[in-house]
């Protein structure tokens, strides 16, 4: 077995990790006293309104002004509305508003209350964020154990196809190699130049699994010995040359 490190890649793909984890737990906290916050039943107050207007550019959202008092404080806020509200409400119309209980600095218009959180979305967020860690973990693992215990061929690349996405673009390069017992496997790997068919890599094979495989060097980890160390126990007859990026 070899001594693995992680590589920079790594440390930076599993600090991710680790704020991915804490962001899950500290968010669906975060979500949950907001969800049963929600749930509180407002107060109702009747407030007056001491403002309508039209706010100047492009645009011209109008707006009110509303105001009430709770306990001994005025609470003023402005909200906007629909054009075809404008007309609905004038200077010095009453209004029953609600505000939350124990906050009445958060208050909302009739036809402008808050959705809140539903109880059922508390979940979602830490398990979204929980994957995303657990995703990056498990490469890191795979990574680990390809490096630790796999074995070293050279492959021969067959072909290689171009490809795009959102985030730009690369190539899907194809390779085949020889395992120790003779037989032929195939492989691929991606990368933002191909290299000519006919041009040798370097991989790493899980001896149980051949189908477990990797391009070394590996991404996000890395051999505490010399790269040197690492020769192919296996050759693919006719491959040549070195691997590229």
């Known amino acids: 077995m070899r001594d693995v490190r992680l590589s920079s890649a790594g440390m930076v793909a599993a600090?991710?990790?680790?704020?991915?984890?804490?962001?899950?737990?500290?968010?669906?906290?975060w979500l949950y006293l907001a969800a049963?916050?929600?749930?509180?039943?407002?107060?109702?107050?009747?407030?007056?309104?001491?403002?309508?207007?039209?706010?100047?550019?492009?645009?011209?959202?109008?707006?009110?002004?509303y105001q009430f008092v709770a306990g001994e404080t005025l609470y003023r806020r402005r909200v906007n509305i629909r054009r075809s509200d404008s007309q609905r409400w004038k200077v010095g119309s009453r209004v029953e508003v609600r505000y939350e209980s124990g906050r009445p600095e958060r208050s909302w218009f009739p036809d402008h209350e808050p959705k809140g959180v539903p109880l059922w979305a508390v979940p979602l967020a830490p398990a979204g964020l929980g994957a995303c860690a657990w995703a990056i973990v498990w490469s890191i693992?795979?990574?680990?154990?390809?490096?630790?215990?796999?074995r070293v061929a050279e492959a021969r690349v067959t072909r290689s196809e171009k490809f795009q996405h959102s985030h730009g673009g690369g190539h899907h390069v194809y390779y085949e190699f020889r395992v120790l017992s003779g037989a032929r496997r195939s492989g691929?790997?991606?990368?933002?130049?191909?290299?000519?068919?006919?041009?040798?890599?370097?991989?790493?094979?899980?001896?149980?699994?051949?189908?477990?495989?990797?391009?070394?060097?590996?991404?996000?980890?890395?051999?505490?010995?010399s790269p040197l160390a690492l020769r192919p126990v296996s050759r693919y007859p006719g491959s040549r040359g070195k691997a590229r990026d």
């Open 188 to 225: 691929r790997h991606d990368t933002a130049k191909a290299p000519p068919a006919g041009t040798g890599l370097t991989i790493l094979y899980d001896p149980d699994d051949a189908d477990r495989q990797g391009r070394y060097p590996l991404s996000l980890v890395r051999a505490a010995i």
């Open 141 to 150: 693992r795979r990574q680990w154990r390809l490096l630790e215990t796999g």
């Open 36 to 65: 049963t916050r929600d749930q509180k039943e407002p107060v109702a107050v009747e407030a007056e309104v001491v403002e309508v207007g039209r706010r100047r550019g492009e645009g011209q959202q109008h707006f009110v002004v």
């Open 15 to 29: 600090a991710g990790a680790v704020v991915l984890a804490a962001a899950g737990v500290f968010g669906g906290i």
